[in-house]
């Protein structure tokens, strides 16, 4: 199982993002994915869950109206929508996926919220 981010980088505060993870090595369309992030000095915590279809989302609740997951099953790719971005959103983005009970992650990717 391999998971690759990719889309993270430097924003202005109130600017958006778009965060990718492309997923290989397992069969992606029959699995839920998340996104999780931590702060420098902070736990991981779960920033959104995805069944899937993609027919269910849930949002932690300080990312709820601003955030926004999605996935591609024909792309193998979830993806993360961060609109209205404040500094408090700065953290290294991890995607996860559980595969036949075991957790697996990627790399993560810097969000960096800052004028």
């Known amino acids: 199982v391999q998971l690759v981010e990719s889309g993270g980088g430097l924003v202005q505060p109130g600017g958006s993002l778009r965060l990718s993870c492309a997923g290989s090595?397992?069969?992606?369309?029959?699995?839920?994915m998340n996104w999780y992030r931590q702060a420098p000095g902070k736990g991981r915590e779960l920033v959104a869950t995805?069944?899937?279809?993609?027919?269910?989302?849930v949002y932690a609740e300080s990312m709820k109206g601003r955030f926004t997951i999605s996935r591609d099953n024909v792309k193998s790719t979830v993806y993360l929508q961060m609109n209205s971005l404040k500094p408090e959103d700065t953290a290294v983005y991890y995607c996860?996926?559980?595969?036949?009970?075991?957790?697996?992650w990627g790399q993560g990717t810097q969000v960096t919220v800052s004028s």
């Open positions: 996860n996926a559980v595969v036949r009970f075991r957790s697996y």
């Open positions: 090595g397992f069969t992606f369309s029959t699995y839920g």
């Open positions: 995805i069944t899937s279809t993609g027919g269910s989302t």
